[in-house]
C-alpha cells in the first residue's frame, strides 16, 4: 500500500480507534467493521487500508446513502457566535463571497443532495450552477435549484459547460480513494483565475473522523497543504476559523500561500486519546444515568463506544427534536428537565468548554446540569 498524497510506500498502522471495534458512516449510523487506521512516515498522512469486503460494504452504503437524514436531508446547521443557525455551506460561502467575482460559472463536484448548490443560488443569484455526482438518485432535486443548469456524472473527462470560476469540493475528498488524480483533473476545468472551494474533516480539531468507515483519507493541516502544493495548489482564504472541526478554504493556481507547520502532532496521540477517551466516559459514567450532547459524527462514535445507553441525546437542531436513535428520543436544550442526569459532551475538551458555556448563556434548563468533558489530549 502507497501513501494517497505523497505515494510513498512503508505506512505504519496505527491500530483502531477506541475499545470496541466498531465504526461509524458518514450519514451517520453506527457500523460493526473496525477502523483500521494507517500513517505515512514521508508525509504524516492518516488514511485507511480497506479490505476488500470493507470496500463493498462502503459501496452499499453508497448506494443507499441518507445524508442527514435526522434532519430531513436538511444540510448541518452551525451556531456562529452573534448570528442566527445557518447551513454550513451557506456560512462558508458567505464567508469568502467578498474574494468571487458577481457573475461566474459554478461547479458542485459531489453534489449530493445539493446543499452546496442551495446556499450558493441564496448568495450568488447571478451565477450559473452546474451539480455533479456519481449516483443520479438526486439529479431530479438539484435540476429544481434556482440558477442549477445541468446535471453532470459519468468520468471527469466527460465534464462539460465548463471551464468553471468556483468549483464546490464539500466534504468530498475525504472519501477519494486518489484524491491527488480527481484535484488534478478537476484543475483543468477551472478558468486562469478559477478558485475551488474545500472543505474537509480536521483530524486535529475532530479525532473523531478517525472511526468515519468510509472516510478514506484523514486530513490535519500539514497534510493537506502538502496535498495542495503536489497538485498545483495555494490558499487564498483560510476558512480554519469558520468551524470548530474542519478544514475549509479556498485555494487558486497561485502556489506562493502556504502553512506549513513544523511542530506536526504525532499521528498515534488522536487514536491513544480516543481510546483513552472512551474508558474515561465509561468510567465516569459507570450506573449513572447519562445524555449524550449532539447527534453528530462524534456522538454516534461516542454512543457506539458506551457501555451501557444514553436516557437521551440533545440537539439544538430544531429539525432534529423529537427523531429518535435506536429507540432514543432526540431532545432540545430548552425542553430539559432531569439536571440530575450527566450530559456527557463528545468533542476535544477546549470544543467542549465552549460549547457548554454557550448552551448554559442561552438555555436556563441547562445551567444546573453536570456536564462530562473528555479529557485533555497531550499537546493540545
Known sequence: MNCLICNAKGLIQLGLPGIYPKSITSEPRICNYPSDLWYCQSCGHIQKNHTQEIVSYINKVYSEYLAHYLSDGGEQLVFPAGLPPRPRTYHALQSCASYLPKKGKLLDFGC?????????????????????????????????????????????????????????????????????????????????????????????????????????????????????????????VDGRNW??????????????????????????????????????????????????????????????????????????????????????????????????ILIVIPFLRSTGLEIVNKIRNNYLPCRRSSFVFAPEMIDE
Open 112 to 236: 449530493g443532495t445539493g446543499a452546496a448548490l442551495i446556499s450558493a443560488s441564496l448568495l450568488l443569484p447571478q451565477w450559473t450552477m452546474y451539480g455533479y455526482d456519481l449516483s443520479p438518485l438526486f439529479k431530479d432535486d438539484i435540476l429544481k435549484i434556482p440558477q442549477v443548469k445541468g446535471f453532470l456524472s459519468g468520468s471527469l473527462s466527460d465534464i462539460q459547460n465548463g471551464p468553471f470560476d468556483l468549483i464546490i469540493l464539500w466534504q468530498v475528498l475525504e472519501h477519494l480513494a486518489d484524491p491527488v488524480y480527481y484535484l488534478s483533473e478537476l484543475k483543468k476545468h477551472l478558468t486562469e483565475t478559477g478558485m475551488i472551494l474545500i472543505s474537509v474533516p480536521d483530524t486535529e480539531r475532530n479525532p473523531f473522523d478517525l472511526a468515519v468507515i468510509d472516510h478514506c483519507s484523514h486530513f490535519s493541516l500539514n497534510s493537506l497543504d502538502m496535498f495542495l502544493q503536489q497538485t498545483g495548489f495555494g490558499i487564498k
Open 243 to 340: 468551524f470548530h472541526n474542519l478544514l475549509t478554504c479556498l485555494i487558486t493556481h497561485d502556489t506562493s500561500h502556504h502553512i506549513n507547520r513544523n511542530d506536526v502532532p504525532s499521528p498515534e496521540r488522536y487514536v491513544i486519546w480516543l481510546k483513552e477517551t472512551a474508558k474515561f466516559f465509561n468510567k465516569t459514567i459507570d450506573n449513572n444515568r447519562y445524555a449524550i450532547f449532539g447527534t453528530g459524527m462524534s456522538s454516534f462514535w461516542l454512543y457506539s463506544q458506551m457501555n451501557s445507553k444514553p436516557e437521551f441525546f440533545l440537539d439544538e437542531d430544531e429539525r432534529r427534536i423529537h427523531k429518535e436513535i435506536d429507540g432514543i428520543k432526540i431532545i432540545h436544550p430548552q425542553d430539559l428537565i432531569d439536571n440530575s
